[in-house]
């Protein structure tokens, strides 16, 4: 037995990445080993910048392993030059030119690039620094980012433009068999067509796809030469199709919904308009609007995509699933009002959508979702958990008292979303008592077709928007207040919400509005903006995860009535409770801002549903005892 052969299991050899291959190079040529430890290494990653004595240590076993490899599998002249070099200095030397050989007779110790390497082992150190900073920590991950951003994914990274990102995809793509993950094959790695600044060229044959405000046409289909374009002098200076759809949308600067709308209405239609018809916004017929509206109902693969950021490559502008009837018949409304006033200016000679009848939509009776109305016992547990989660003084206490302000400003106030994030500190007044009227805050609101209303704010409701205007740093009863009523606490440390809040100078304001130090909020800074529909309603949804997580006591028909509470579902809550307290119909309507008293009548419906199905099991029980 002992003089049997054994089998002696080696360990594999070590293998190098190409970063450190580099460093090797860079010590070969005699550069200080504190220079290549900054060149090639992050600190975040290595300690090599921070300690050269290591990474000395490293390049010398490095070089070991990579000339024993050479000896082993190299040229015998190799071998017996470094077996040479070995025995009269103790370890081998080599210059540049040796190098390259011992490096290619030593292909064993060339790593393969793995989905959970780190970036900073493979790119140097300033491009890894840039990536990791915009939360791309490996090589996986990296191709899920540009897999899920297309060919502008480069634009979320700093400092990574168009030339690194396509040299970064060709490298990912050559190493897909070790990463085990590809760069999808529309994810561009070359050029987009570009006239001026960041405008992409849309043709009948490109099969690029621009928002508006990055769109540009073929000269061919700008609309100079429209076959429908007004021979009188026309009224706004626009020299082709694009120019007069942005005069049309400037007339609606101050309505930021209403343009958005418009905006996505009309930017489809030029786009379907050039890709798929080939002709000008300004040469459509009757038979071109015939056949959007039938696109409308059921667009096709490349026009439609899961959202993302206007500025990716992969933007498209219908959602998976296409337009429901309701939104198909919004769309040749608005483009049908569009034209119209395109003929007014005299811009074009006639509108061919006036030929064109609206898509057939079911009639509903009753469209409000009124039935999502909290009922008043749950509306109350809802205010006293928002109450008693608002006095905490826990880093999330900030964010329940804003959440506070915020859901009561609409189920106190009956105020749409866009309203409560909107509004701001001059519009509240305090009025007070007169005779048998009682002291009352009064919030002046600018609604729906930019009519004014005036709504009651709950004594609740200001204490909230108080604690919430204290943490802010602010003094609700100051004479001068313009603030919004509601604002974030913490402002993203991204170039645009840094723009929008004012903080482009102030480098410490936004290092604490990125790291949320201090109080949580960006010190010193003038919170001259709100919240954005959009945030808001993040705000709404995550009190109503956290309600749902917290009240363990509810029933399975108030958990379900709670977790599809919106925003709007507040509004409908102070219709249903204002109604059922009596108050006047005509009062509720002039809080609310209907325009139409029919439309206030069904909360009155809503109530008296809800009064027979609650006296209903109140009969049912009497019946029962009776049989017994």
């Given amino acids: 037995m002992a003089n049997r052969p054994q089998q002696l299991n080696l360990p594999p050899p070590r293998t190098y990445s190409r970063t450190e291959f580099a460093a090797l190079r860079a010590r070969v040529q005699g550069i200080p080993v504190a220079k290549i430890a900054r060149l090639y290494f992050d600190s975040d990653a290595t300690p090599y910048p921070d300690e050269p004595e290591q990474l000395e240590r490293f390049l010398r076993t490095m070089r070991d392993d990579l000339v024993h490899l050479a000896i082993l599998h190299g040229s015998p002249v190799l071998a017996d030059h470094l077996r040479a070099s070995i025995a009269k200095h103790g370890s081998a030397r080599l210059a540049r030119a040796s190098l390259q050989m011992v490096e290619q007779a030593s292909k064993l110790a060339v790593a393969a690039p793995l989905a959970d390497h780190a970036v900073g082992l493979w790119f140097r150190p300033l491009v890894a620094r840039h990536l990791t900073a915009a939360g791309i920590g490996t090589l996986g991950e990296m191709v899920a980012v540009a897999n899920r951003r297309g060919g502008s994914w480069w634009r979320a990274v700093p400092r990574i433009g168009f030339g690194r990102a396509r040299v970064i995809v ?37 099969g690029q796809l621009a928002p508006l405000e990055r769109m540009a046409l073929p000269r061919a289909l700008t609309g100079e030469r429209g076959t429908n374009r007004a021979p009188v002098f026309p009224y706004i200076r626009a020299r082709h199709d694009l120019d007069a759809v942005r005069a049309y949308l400037a007339g609606y600067a101050g309505q930021a919904a209403t343009q958005r709308a418009y905006v996505r209405e009309l930017e489809r239609l030029v786009l379907w308009a050039i890709r798929e018809r080939g002709v000008p916004l300004s040469s459509l ?61 005299r811009y074009l000679a006639g509108n061919p959508w006036r030929a064109v009848k609206d898509p057939r939509t079911v009639r509903r009776a009753q469209k409000m979702k009124i039935d999502r109305a909290l009922p008043i016992d749950l509306w109350t547990r809802v205010r006293v958990f928002l109450a008693d989660h608002s006095e905490s003084f826990a880093p999330e206490g900030a964010r329940w008292r804003a959440a506070r302000a915020l859901l009561l400003l609409m189920g106190d106030s009956g105020l749409r979303i866009a309203e409560a994030a909107a509004i701001r500190r001059p519009a509240l007044d305090w009025l007070p008592a007169d005779g048998d009227v009682p002291p009352t805050w009064l919030l ?13 704010v709950s004594g609740e409701c200001i204490t909230a928007l108080q604690a919430h205007w204290c943490d802010r740093g602010l003094d609700f009863h100051a004479p001068d207040a313009g603030a919004p009523l509601v604002a974030p606490l913490v402002i993203p440390g991204t170039t645009k919400a840094r723009r ?40 709404n949804s995550w009190a109503i995860r956290q309600l749902l997580g917290h ?54 419906t809503a109530e008296r549903r809800r009064m027979r199905a609650e006296v209903s099991k109140y009969h049912a029980r009497l019946a029962g005892s009776g049989q017994t």
């Fill in 285 to 345: 017929t009757v038979d071109d609007c015939e056949a959007y509206k039938a696109f409308l109902a059921a667009p096709t693969a490349a026009f439609t995509g899961p959202p993302v950021s206007r500025t990716s490559g992969r933007w498209r502008p219908f959602a998976p699933g296409g337009l429901s009837a309701d939104s198909q018949r919004y769309a040749v409304r608005a483009i049908r009002a569009a034209f119209d006033w395109l003929v007014d200016v």
């Fill in 170 to 206: 060709a490298w990912l793509r050559r190493h897909a068999g070790t990463l085990g993950v590809t760069v999808s094959a529309d994810v561009d790695a070359a050029a987009p067509l570009v006239v001026s600044g960041d405008a992409v060229v849309i043709g009948p044959a490109s």
């Fill in 500 to 539: 929008k809040f004012g903080l482009e100078a102030g480098k410490e304001d936004a290092k604490a509005a990125v790291t949320g130090e201090g109080t949580g909020m960006v010190t010193g800074a003038p919170m001259q903006e709100g919240y954005s529909v959009r945030g808001a309603r993040g705000l």
């Fill in 551 to 604: 009240l363990t006591d509810l029933n399975e028909s108030e958990r379900r009535q709670l977790a599809r509470t919106s925003p709007h579902a507040l509004r409908h809550t102070f219709g249903t409770q204002s109604v059922a307290a009596d108050v006047p119909l005509d009062v509720v309507q002039r809080i609310m801002g209907h325009a139409s008293l029919q439309t206030t009548t069904t909360y009155v």
């Fill in 444 to 456: 002046a609101v600018i609604g729906k077709g930019d009519r004014e209303r005036f709504v009651p």
